[in-house]
C-alpha cells in the first residue's frame, strides 16, 4: 500500500475515524495496529519479523544502558545494540552484493564458484527504522535521551506508518513527546494536513511519473542515444528525483500533521543551494542531519589533531557510507565517494577562494550567488548520473559520450517516449509548480492567506489537476529502494 | 583572567573576530563561521590553551558555550 494508492485512499480515512473516536490512553494501540497492518500489507511477512525484532533489540538496549553506571559498561552496551542493528541491515540489504564480489574474487583466484550468492530480497523501510534505531540508542548512551520505558510508544516511535517505508528518520525526542500528546481536533491541521498532502501527490504523480518517462527511455538504453538525450535526461532526472521524494515527504508530512503530529521537514529548495555543503543542509535533511551527528562528527572529532586533513578523510568515509546506504552497488558508492570528494576539495580550497573573491571584489554581490547556484546545481547533478545509471558500465558509457560531447542531435523522437501532448502536461505542470509554490507555502501556514472562494477554487482545482492528470499506474518511489 | 574571559579570548583569535561576547547560551548559530570544520579549530586551540583533552562523549553532547565552559572548569578544577 502506497500513499498514491486507492488503498491508501481508504486506509487513511479508516484509521483516522478509529482514532478520533478512541479515547486517548488507546490511541497508541490504533496507530500502532494500523502501522503494522500498513506495513504488512507489502506481503513480506519476514520484513514484520525483522521490524518487531529491531523494535524488541533497541527498546531493550536503550533500557539496559541507562540502568548501567558505569561509562566502559554503557558504551559496551551501546555497540552491541548498534552491532545488532547494522547486522540486521547488513543481513537484508548488502549480503547479495558481498557473496557476489566475493564470488568473483574466489572465482578468479580458484577458477571455480566456492560461495554461494545469496538471493536479493526486498527490504523497503528497514535501512531508514534501522538508522532511526541507530540514532535512539546513542542518544540513551549519550544521555540526552531517557530511554522510553513504555514498549507500545517505542514500538510506534520505530513503526509510525507515514514514516516507516521512506522517513524522515525521526529523533526520539522529537517524536515520542509528540505520540503520547491528547488528541484534539484542530481545523488547521486538517486543512494543512491534507493541503500538504495534495501537493505531495501532485508532484509524485503528476511531474515525477512523467518525468520517469524520459529518464527511464533513455537511461534505460543509454548506448542508443547521444550526449544530448543523457545531458536532458540527467536533468529531467535531477528534478525527478527531487519531486519524487519530497513529494513523497509532503503526503508523509500530511498524513502524520492530521494526527497533530509534525514530522521533520526534509527538504528546504535544495538545488537553490550555493555549496555542496549547502545541498546537504537542504536535501533529505533527516538523513543528512544523522550522517553529520552520528557518524562525521565521531570521525571528525577523533582525528581532530590532523587539522583539516581529518575533516577531509572524515568526509570522504561518511559520504562513501551514504552512498552504500543508499544501495548495495558501485554506482551509490562513487556517487557518495563524489559528494564527499566535492566536499573535500571545498575544504581544502576555501582559504584559497577567500583570498580570491576579496581580490576580484566578488564577495556579496549577485552575480556571484547565481554563479555558486548553477555550479553547485551542475555538481550534483553530474553526480546523480552514477546514482541512476543501471550498472558501472553504462555510468562510464555516458561519461565516454559527454567528454567530449557527442554530437548528434536530440533523439527527440525517441526521448519523448512520452508522447507530444504529454510532454506539454508535463511543461505546463511544471510552470504551474513554479507559479504556485510561493503561495501554497504561505497557503500552509496560514488558512486566511486567501480570501474564501479563492482558497477553496484552488484548492479544488488543484484536485481536479491531480484527478484528471494524475499517472495512477504507477507506484514506484526512488527512496523506496533504499 | 577567569577562564571565561580566556575562553572569549580563543573564540575571537580563532573565528578572527574581536567583536565575539560569549554568553552561557551562545550556539553556533550565533556564531558567524561556527561550522563543523571551523568547530575543530576551535576545541583543538582550547585543548592546547588549557592543556586539557576533552572525551569523544563530552565533545558530542555540548549543547552551547555553557556546556562547554563548565566542563573546562570541571577539568581545570580537578588538576589543582
Redesign the interface.
Known amino acids: 500500500m502506497f500513499f498514491n494508492s486507492i488503498e491508501y485512499f481508504l486506509f487513511l480515512p479508516a484509521i483516522y475515524l478509529i482514532f478520533y473516536f478512541t479515547p486517548d490512553r488507546f490511541r497508541w494501540i490504533v496507530l500502532l495496529s494500523g502501522s503494522i497492518f500498513f506495513y504488512a500489507s507489502l506481503m513480506q511477512p519476514y520484513l514484520l519479523l525483522v521490524l518487531f525484532g529491531v523494535m524488541l533489540i533497541t527498546y531493550m538496549f536503550g533500557k539496559l544502558i541507562a540502568t548501567r553506571s558505569e561509562e566502559k559498561e554503557k558504551k559496551r552496551l551501546f555497540w552491541i545494540g548498534a552491532g545488532i542493528n547494522l547486522a540486521i541491515l547488513v543481513g537484508m540489504k548488502y549480503l547479495p552484493f558481498i557473496t557476489e564480489n566475493l564470488d568473483l574474487l574466489l572465482k578468479a583466484i580458484f577458477g571455480k564458484a566456492v560461495i554461494p550468492v545469496s538471493p536479493l530480497i526486498v527490504s523497503i523501510g528497514v535501512s531508514f527504522y534501522v538508522f532511526q534505531a541507530i540514532s535512539y540508542l546513542s542518544d540513551v548512551y549519550l544521555e540526552i535521551q531517557e530511554p522510553e520505558r513504555h514498549f507500545g510508544y517505542f514500538a510506534l516511535y520505530i513503526s509510525f506508518f507515514p514514516k516507516i517505508l521512506q522517513g524522515p528518520i525521526e529523533r526520539a525526542n522529537t517524536l515520542l513527546p509528540q505520540l503520547k500528546k491528547p488528541y484534539e481536533f484542530n481545523y488547521d491541521n486538517m486543512r494543512s494536513g491534507l493541503l500538504l498532502f495534495t501537493w505531495g501527490l501532485f508532484k509524485k504523480v503528476v511531474i515525477a511519473d512523467r518525468l520517469a518517462v524520459i529518464v527511464n527511455t533513455v537511461y534505460g538504453n543509454v548506448n542508443a542515444f547521444t550526449g544530448l538525450s543523457l545531458i536532458i535526461a540527467t536533468y529531467a532526472y535531477a528534478i525527478q528525483i527531487y519531486m519524487d521524494f519530497s513529494g513523497y515527504t509532503d503526503m508523509a508530512l500530511g498524513t502524520a500533521r492530521l494526527f497533530n503530529i509534525n514530522l521533520t521537514d526534509n527538504f528546504n529548495r535544495p538545488y537553490l543551494a550555493t555549496s555542496v555543503a549547502e545541498f546537504w543542509r537542504r536535501w533529505h535533511i533527516s538523513f543528512s542531519s544523522w550522517l553529520q551527528d552520528y557518524l562525521f562528527k565521531p570521525l571528525q572529532m577523533r582525528m581532530r589533531n590532523w587539522k583539516s586533513w581529518g575533516s577531509v578523510i572524515a568526509l570522504l568515509i561518511t559520504f562513501f557510507i551514504s552512498g552504500l546506504w543508499h544501495g548495495a552497488a558501485w554506482t551509490f558508492a562513487i556517487w557518495g565517494l563524489l559528494h564527499g570528494l566535492y566536499m573535500a576539495v571545498a575544504v581544502l580550497y576555501k582559504p584559497l577562494q577567500k583570498k580570491l573573491y576579496k581580490k576580484l571584489k566578488l564577495n556579496g554581490t549577485k552575480i556571484l550567488k547565481l554563479w555558486k547556484i548553477f555550479m553547485t546545481f551542475n555538481l550534483v547533478s553530474f553526480a546523480w548520473i552514477f546514482f541512476r545509471a543501471e550498472s558501472l558500465r553504462d555510468s562510464m558509457l555516458i561519461l565516454k559520450k559527454l567528454f567530449p560531447l557527442d554530437p548528434g542531435k536530440v533523439d527527440i523522437v525517441n526521448l519523448y517516449e512520452l508522447g507530444r501532448f504529454e510532454t506539454l502536461i508535463l511543461l505546463i505542470s511544471l510552470l504551474v509548480f513554479i507559479v504556485c509554490i510561493k503561495s501554497l507555502n504561505k497557503l500552509l501556514k496560514s488558512g486566511t492567506y486567501w480570501r474564501f472562494g479563492i482558497r477553496y477554487s484552488f484548492y479544488l482545482l488543484l484536485l481536479i489537476y491531480i484527478l484528471l492528470l494524475g499517472n495512477f499506474g504507477y507506484s514506484d518511489y526512488i527512496y523506496m529502494g533504499f | 583572567m577567569t577562564t571565561f574571559e580566556r575562553l572569549n579570548e580563543i573564540f575571537r583569535e580563532v573565528f578572527d573576530d574581536d567583536t565575539i561576547e560569549l554568553k552561557p547560551e551562545t550556539t553556533a548559530n550565533d556564531v558567524d563561521g561556527w561550522d563543523?570544520?571551523s568547530h575543530?579549530?576551535l576545541?583543538?586551540a582550547i585543548e592546547t590553551k588549557f592543556a586539557i583533552t576533552f572525551s569523544?562523549?563530552e565533545?558530542?553532547?555540548f549543547r552551547n558555550v555553557g556546556d562547554l565552559y563548565k566542563s573546562i572548569e570541571k577539568k581545570l578544577e580537578s588538576r589543582k
Open positions: 563543523s570544520l575543530v579549530n576545541i583543538l569523544q562523549k565533545l558530542l553532547t
